[in-house]
């Protein structure tokens, strides 16, 4: 684990934090301003939907110094649920120092302590290199799909 950082599980009174977060981490790899309202509905309504979502943060000297979002997807091929990580945020003078990494680690042994669990996935933007470095250091791998999406 990174030195002095602890992860938990976010709870409700860090949805300020993990907002601002979505927002900076939306800013900076789509260049895409997001609108505040709804972002703050969003990361509330995780906390009330914890069997479809949840947060993890990571803390270094009382501060939250980065955060990601666990969602599953259902496959019935595995009779088992994917955990998607996905709003993965560090500050980003806490970058380069292990922050996710040890989230990482932390949801790899969630997942394998949870029985429903078959598997980690996520996604990553095209030319974010270094998110994908990061990715492939701690052993995933690109599968072999392309993801379509059609926003309604």
Same mark, same amino acid.
């Given at each position: ?9 976010? +709870? ?49 000297? !009382? +501060? ?11 496959? !019935?091929?595995?009779?088992? !649920? ?40 996520? #996604? ?9 470095? +990061? #990715?492939?250091?701690?052993?995933? +791998? ?11």
């Amino acid at each position: 684990m990174a030195p002095n950082v602890s992860i938990r599980r976010a +709870a409700r009174h860090d949805a300020e934090t993990l907002a601002c977060f979505n927002e900076a981490m939306a800013r900076e790899t789509e260049d895409k301003p997001l609108d505040p309202d709804t972002v703050r509905a969003g990361v509330r309504a995780v906390f009330d939907r914890p069997e479809q979502a949840f947060y993890l943060v990571a803390e270094r000297d !009382d +501060a939250i110094v980065g955060s990601l979002m666990i969602t599953t997807e259902w496959s !019935d091929w595995r009779n088992a !649920d994917f955990w998607w990580i996905q709003s993965v945020y560090v500050r980003p003078r806490a970058r380069r120092t292990g922050v996710y990494t040890a989230l990482h680690r932390d949801v790899r042994r969630r997942a394998r302590e949870a029985e429903e669990v078959c598997g980690l996935r996520l #996604y990553v933007e095209r030319d974010n290199a270094a998110a994908q470095a +990061a #990715y492939e250091e701690l052993g995933m +791998a690109e599968p072999p799909y392309r993801m379509y999406e059609e926003m309604l």
